[in-house]
Structures are given as C-alpha cells and as structure tokens.
C-alpha cells in the first residue's frame, strides 16, 4: 500500500529528527553540568584560602564536594526509574543554582553542609544523560555515549578558562558567581528534552493509528 508505505517514510522521518534534537539537548545538558563542575573544582579551593581557610580545610571542603557528587550519581539512577529521567534533571539543576549561590554567601559549618547539598544535586545527572543519550539515539548507542561524554565535557575546561579570566579583570567571588546562572542553561534543555519527548511519543501513537487505518 503506498500510502501506508509513505506513512512509515514519514514516522521514521520524525523520529529521527527529534532523536537528533533530544541527543543534542543531552550534550547541552551535561555540558552546563561539566562547566559549573570544572569552575567549582578548580577555584573554590583557593576562593576558600582567600576567604581565611587554611590549605587543609578548603581541601576538605573540595573532598566533601567530590563525595557528594559521587553520592548524588549513585542515587540519581534509581531515582530516575522511579520518578523519570527528565524530570530528576529538572529537579537537580532547579537546586544547584540557589544552593550555590546560598554556599557563596554562608561560612562555617553552614557552609560546609551547602557545599555537600551541591555536590548531590550537581551528580544527580551524571549517569541519567548518559542513558538519556543511549535512548535518544538507539540504534547507535556508542556513538551516543562518545558524543555525550565528549562534546558534553568539552566545556569542563573551558569554563575553567572563562572564570579564571573573569577572575583576573574583576574578583574571584564575582567569577565564581557567574556559575549560579549555568544550571539556567540545564534547565531550559531538560525542560525542552521533556517536552520532544513527549511529542515523539505523541506523533508514534499518531502515526501508529494511521498505519492501522491504511491496512
């Protein structure tokens, strides 16, 4: 039948568009998620010796950041079975930005304890986009992997380049305030990731019910 034929060129047409929108959304994702990481790993040490702390106690608080997010990566794929991957992203990247801009503005104990809740939120993600990825583009799931740990840690480093060069032509506190604003950017990916997805799954069940009318 040529127009069931036509229906199907059409289905694999949208689809394949939108797998291709929703892997680049990924990447977007997790490269928001490398810059604020590589931000925080590179200059909050010495942003914390700055503040007072010696050597020894702003390494602690790196450690405990690293930690977290390790706890946060553990728990954030359990989580996204349960609760969904994309809305676990929304949820993760809707907290990194206000508990880190709550963590520049504490000190003492109150500060150490932010930085812990940032590093869990900011983890949350990792293992979600790497499936994220995989389902956007399955029929070459390696590919989706390379392409999002690749080009999405790519801005790792460079958004270390970023801060530091802000750092130099204002302060390091200023710098490092900049990073509140890029989970923004996670955010509004995840939020239109949600909604491809949802049509995708909209234009299947169209196009689903149209191949049954035509046979």
């Known amino acids: 039948d040529p127009s069931a034929t036509a229906a199907k060129k059409d289905t694999k047409k949208v689809v394949g568009q939108s797998s291709l929108t929703l892997l680049i959304l990924t990447i977007v994702i997790t490269a928001a998620r490398a810059w ?34 390790s706890v946060g990566s553990f728990i954030g794929g359990p989580l996204s079975d349960r609760l969904g ?3 676990v992203v929304i949820a993760s990247f809707l907290f990194v930005g206000p508990t880190f801009w709550l963590f520049l503005h504490q000190s003492g104990i109150t500060q150490m304890l932010i930085i812990g809740v940032v590093g869990f939120f900011l983890g949350i993600s990792f293992p979600i986009t790497i499936v994220m990825g995989q389902a956007a583009w399955p029929h070459g799931v390696g590919l989706a992997s390379s392409l999002v740990m690749g080009l999405g840690w790519l ?29 923004l950017v996670a955010l509004v990916a995840a939020i239109l990731a949600e909604v491809y997805s949802m049509r995708m799954k909209r234009n299947s069940v169209q196009n689903i019910r149209s191949l049954d009318k035509n046979m």
């Open 155 to 183: 801005p790792f480093g460079i958004g270390s380049w970023v801060i530091g060069r802000l750092a130099d032509q204002t302060s390091l506190t200023s710098a490092l305030g900049t990073l509140v604003f890029v989970p």
């Open 85 to 87: 991957r994309i809305p």
């Open 36 to 69: 604020m990481h590589g931000g925080m790993i590179n200059y909050l040490p010495e942003w914390l010796q700055s503040s007072g702390l010696s050597t020894e106690m702003a390494g602690s608080y790196l450690a405990i950041l690293l930690a977290m997010i």
